[in-house]
């Protein structure tokens, strides 16, 4: 199985506040959540998500499925979402129709559903089109930035945005965070292999339009965490050396565990020093 359909019908199941976890996807990348499903879905399949109920169907999300546990008759998968559409954004059923005329998006029990590989092709085209823009989105390198002889400029809603230079980067700096240093891989073992998010340097709407990105200088693998922080509460994000500074500075220690313990040591330290 590559790609798995999920249902979500927020009269029905709502614990979560869906408007502050499409702020978390925007600005982390990502957010985990566990979902039951009723057959055996195996790490890395694609996850779409079908809104349901009275404002759907529309597909609304995506995600990719990095565990799963069973438990009784039931299976509990942990989903990581990438995209999430605000609700009213949602890609609406007619679109969703005349992608794959096939499909009965108004039965019930679609959620679940598992998409062959012409289905799967045609819900990725749909979403390209229809999904989020990718303009503003942090995570990625900008459209059209990478010199043209090395990728196909695409339009700015493309889901997948220049992946050469994204390439690129991880080449040259390789897939640990470059300011706490964390591995997906060594921490999540096989499916955290080449995971890193990469940030621009110089944040993407500042770059006019003949700007000409070098993957090498002008963007940087981090980690989910240090990425936030890097946007968090700022206009121009910080850089790297700025990231590691504030690790430094709170006591972190790369590769390291840091007990409740050896805080309170640095914090009376830090106070006896007059910081």
């Given at each position: 199985?590559?790609?798995i359909?999920?249902?979500w019908?927020?009269?029905?199941?709502?614990?979560?506040?869906?408007?502050?976890?499409?702020?978390?996807?925007?600005?982390?990348?990502?957010?985990?959540?566990?979902w039951?499903?009723?057959?055996?879905?195996?790490?890395?399949?694609?996850?779409?998500?079908?809104l349901?109920?009275?404002?759907?169907?529309?597909?609304?999300?995506?995600?990719?499925?990095?565990?799963?546990?069973?438990?009784?008759?039931?299976?509990?998968v942990?989903?990581?979402?990438?995209?999430?559409?605000?609700?009213?954004?949602?890609v609406?059923?007619?679109?969703?129709?005349?992608?794959?005329?096939?499909?009965?998006?108004?039965?019930?029990?679609?959620?679940?559903?598992?998409?062959?590989?012409?289905?799967?092709?045609?819900?990725r085209?749909?979403?390209?089109?229809?999904?989020?823009?990718?303009?503003?989105?942090?995570?990625?390198?900008?459209?059209?930035?990478?010199?043209?002889?090395?990728?196909?400029?695409?339009?700015?809603?493309?889901?997948e945005r220049?992946?050469?230079?994204?390439?690129?980067?991880?080449a040259?700096?390789?897939?640990n965070?470059?300011?706490?240093?964390?591995?997906?891989?060594?921490?999540?073992?096989?499916i955290?292999?080449?995971?890193?998010?990469?940030?621009?340097?110089?944040?993407?709407?500042?770059?006019?339009?003949?700007?000409?990105?070098?993957?090498?200088?002008?963007?940087?693998?981090?980690?989910?965490?240090?990425?936030?922080?890097?946007?968090?509460?700022?206009?121009?994000?910080r850089?790297?050396?700025?990231?590691?500074?504030?690790?430094?500075?709170?006591?972190?220690?790369?590769?390291?565990?840091?007990?409740?313990?050896?805080?309170?040591?640095q914090?009376?330290?830090?106070?006896?020093?007059?910081?």
């Amino acid at each position: 199985m590559s790609a798995i359909i999920l249902g979500w019908d927020p009269a029905g199941w709502n614990r979560w506040n869906y408007a502050a976890v499409v702020e978390q996807v925007a600005v982390t990348g990502l957010r985990l959540e566990p979902w039951t499903v009723s057959r055996s879905v195996v790490p890395g399949t694609d996850v779409w998500l079908l809104l349901l109920g009275d404002h759907g169907p529309g597909l609304i999300g995506h995600g990719v499925v990095l565990s799963a546990t069973p438990d009784s008759a039931d299976i509990t998968v942990q989903v990581a979402f990438d995209v999430l559409l605000p609700l009213g954004d949602q890609v609406p059923a007619e679109v969703l129709t005349r992608a794959m005329p096939d499909a009965d998006w108004d039965a019930g029990d679609i959620a679940g559903t598992e998409l062959a590989p012409g289905d799967e092709a045609a819900i990725r085209a749909l979403w390209a089109d229809h999904g989020p823009l990718q303009g503003t989105d942090p995570t990625q390198p900008v459209p059209g930035t990478y010199p043209d002889a090395a990728v196909v400029r695409v339009t700015a809603n493309r889901y997948e945005r220049d992946p050469e230079a994204r390439r690129a980067c991880i080449a040259h700096r390789g897939t640990n965070c470059a300011a706490c240093g964390f591995s997906f891989e060594l921490a999540y073992g096989e499916i955290g292999a080449d995971f890193i998010h990469v940030h621009h340097v110089v944040p993407a709407p500042q770059l006019g339009n003949g700007y000409v990105l070098d993957p090498l200088t002008d963007l940087v693998p981090l980690c989910a965490n240090c990425h936030a922080m890097a946007h968090h509460g700022v206009s121009s994000p910080r850089s790297e050396a700025e990231l590691r500074h504030l690790i430094a500075a709170a006591g972190y220690l790369r590769g390291t565990t840091v007990t409740p313990e050896e805080l309170e040591a640095q914090r009376a330290a830090r106070e006896i020093l007059g910081h």
